[in-house]
C-alpha cells in the first residue's frame, strides 16, 4: 500500500480507495483488531453499503482486507439488501450455537436495509425497512455467512412500529451480571435510544428506551453503552450512553454527545445533577462522528473510533482516490471535574512508539502580542505531535499556528479569553472551497485550571485534532492545507501570554 497521496491520513485508517463512512464490528479477537466500515466498493460517494474490513495488531498498522459483506442485487442490478452499521462480539460461550469445538464465532449485527418489498426465510419485509440481522464468521473474520433465520429483530418494538424505515444502529455488547446480550439501537427519528436483552444472540426482548435529551435537533444512530470506573476507581462505576446525531452538532452538521448515568441491564437512566437541556458533546469538532468502541479490548481498556467527516460535506472532501478515514482510537475514562463526571478522551497510548524525532522543545516561553515563529530543528511534514501548557495571561487570544512554511496557510488552536473557549480556526488552512460551510472556527468551553490549558495535538495530513484540559475537552477537525514542510508559530492578541513545556515531535506514518 502507497498511502502517500496528499491529505492522505499517516496516523490512522483509510481505505485504499472509494467512499468510507462509520466503523463497524469493532472487535478484538486472537491478536487482531478487527474494524469493519461503512463502505461503497464501487464509488467514492455514499453507496451500496457494505461492510470494508481492515485489522491490526497495534491499532496503528492496518492491512485492509477483502470486503466482509458485500451488497446485494438482483438481476436487473436494483439493491436487495446493503448493511448499514452495526457491531460485532466473539460468542466465547457459544451462546449462539454457532461456533465450533476450540472456535468461538464471530457474529456481527448489523442493519438490514431492503429498500424493495420482499420475502426473507419466509418473513415479509416492506419496501424501505431497517432490520437488525446476523452474520457468523468461523474464520476471525475473512469469510460470513448470514443467519438462515434473518431477520433476528425485524421490526422496531409495538409503540414504535411507525418506524420501521428509522430503526437502526446495534450495538451488542457481553453483560456481564446477568450472562447476557445487550443491544443498543435507535429508532433515529424519535431521537430514542432502545434497549434489549437475549441469551443467545437470536432471540431478543426489549427492556427499555432512553430519550429525547440532551440534543434532539437531528436523527440520532450509532448508539453505545459503556461503564466506567470514575476517577480510576473500579468500585464507582458509571455507565455511559453515547449517541451520534446528525444534524445538529456543535460545530454544525454531525456531533457526538453523551450521557453519563446508570445501566440496570434494562434500561439506561441519566444521572439527576445535570439539568434535563444540558447538552455534553464528545467533541466539539466538524468531524468526529459514528464513534463506537470495541469489544473485547484487552486489559479492559475502552477504546473510542469515530469516522472523522460531517454529512454536511462529506461527499465533497478534496481526497482522491477515497474519502474519508477513521479517527486514531482514543482511550475513554470518567473524571470527576468542576464537580461533576464527565468524559475524558486520551490519544491511543501507543501513538507515542511513533515519536522520531523532538523538533523543538522548551520549558518556558514568553508570548509578546503578535506572532513568533517556532524555529524547528530539522524540517518535518506531518504527523506531527504538540505539547503544551498555555497560560493566556492578559491576552484576549493566544495559542498555536500550524502552518505550511512558504505559504499563508494556518490552522490556529487558541484560548479565546472572552469566550472562555479553546478553539480551532481552519478559515485560514487551506483548501475549503468544496463547501461553503468548511472554513469556520469551532470553539469549546473550558475551565482553565491553574491559569493554565494543557493541551496535546495531533497534526495529521488532512486533520488536527485538539485534547484539552484533562481530555474532557476534544475537537477534531479535518484541514486541507498546501503540501510542504510544517510551520510552527506561537501568537498573543492584545496581551501577554506564555507557553510552558512546549514540546513539537515529528511522529512516523503508519503507512512505512
Ligand atoms: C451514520 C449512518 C448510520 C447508518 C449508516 C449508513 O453515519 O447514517 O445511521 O447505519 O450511516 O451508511
Known sequence: PVHD??????LSFSPQRNWMNDPNGLVYHDGEYHLFYQYNPNKDTWGDMSWGHAVSADLLHWTELPLALPVEKDARGEITQMFFSGSAVVDHANTSGFGQPGNPAMVAMYTAVFPQART????QIRAGTQAQSLAVSLDRGRTWTQYAGNPVIPAPPGPYAAEYREFRDPKVFWYEPEHKWVLATVVAQQHKALFYSSRDLIHWEWTGEFGPAGAAGGVWECPDLVELPVDGDP????????VSINPGGPAGGSGMQYFVGDFDGKTFTRDRNVASDDVRWLDYGADFYAGVTYNDAPGNRRLLVGWMNNWQYAGTVPTAPWRSAQSLPRELGLRTLDGQVKLVQ???????ALRS???YSVPARAIAPGVQAVSLNGAANAPLEVRMRLQPGTA?????RLGTAGTSAYTEIGYD???RAVYVDRTHAGDARFHPQFAARHAAPVVLRDAELPLRILVDRGSVTVFAGAGDTVLTDQVFPPPGPAAVSLFGVDGDAAVRDLDVWSLNSIWK
Open 357 to 359: 524525532g523532538l523538533l
Open 5 to 10: 497521496e496528499p491529505f492522505r491520513p499517516q
Open 396 to 400: 484576549a487570544r493566544s495559542g498555536i
Open 120 to 123: 426473507l426465510n419466509g418473513q
Open 235 to 242: 468500585a464507582r462505576r458509571r455507565w455511559v450512553l453515547i
Open 417 to 419: 479569553a472572552a469566550q
Open 346 to 352: 486520551q490519544p491511543l497510548a501507543q501513538v507515542q
